[in-house]
């Protein structure tokens, strides 16, 4: 057993305690600093069972931290994963509705997004429906063009 003394102790090696870690050592580089994980390997629990998603921020409310912090987190995620050589597919993503309902939900999201900050966000028309994802079908189409896909494994 070591009696190495920390100034800091994280619980977890998943994306967020190996991020909160990497920012602690950036803001202060002289802390001793311990990451703990229960497995052998790291990302191996939540954040290895997650969808890999990069997130546009179009779905939450504006002004709300989650809202904030999605934008930024995207813009900081892929900027992290080209600098590290980790492949980041941005392949946008494609909104539909399929009815009248769906349409007014569509418009508020768009209103959403559009608090949001979040760019390229636009709605399509059938051609470049089809473009995008030649089997949809829908009334309506929302893109948000930066939501993209990581695999870090």
Not at 60 to 75: D, E, H, M, Q, T
Not at 79 to 102: H, S, Y
């Amino acid at each position: 057993v070591s009696s190495t003394k920390y100034d800091i102790v994280i619980i977890g090696a998943g994306i967020i305690g190996l991020a909160t870690g990497m920012k602690l050592l950036e803001r202060f580089p002289n802390i001793n600093l311990a990451i703990l994980e229960k497995d052998s390997k790291e990302g191996t629990q939540q954040s290895g069972h997650n969808s890999g998603v990069i997130h546009s921020g179009i779905y939450y409310k504006p002004g709300s931290l989650k809202a904030k912090f999605c934008v930024a987190g995207r813009a900081s995620m892929t900027q992290f994963c080209d600098e590290n050589g980790i492949p980041v597919r941005t392949c946008g993503k494609l909104i539909v509705a399929t009815d009248m309902a769906g349409e007014d939900r569509l418009r508020a999201l768009e209103e959403r997004g559009r608090a949001n900050q979040v760019e390229g966000l636009r709605f399509v028309d059938q051609d470049e429906m089809a473009e995008i994802e030649p089997h949809v079908k829908a009334r309506k189409a929302l893109y948000a063009p930066g939501t993209g896909i990581v695999d870090y494994r």
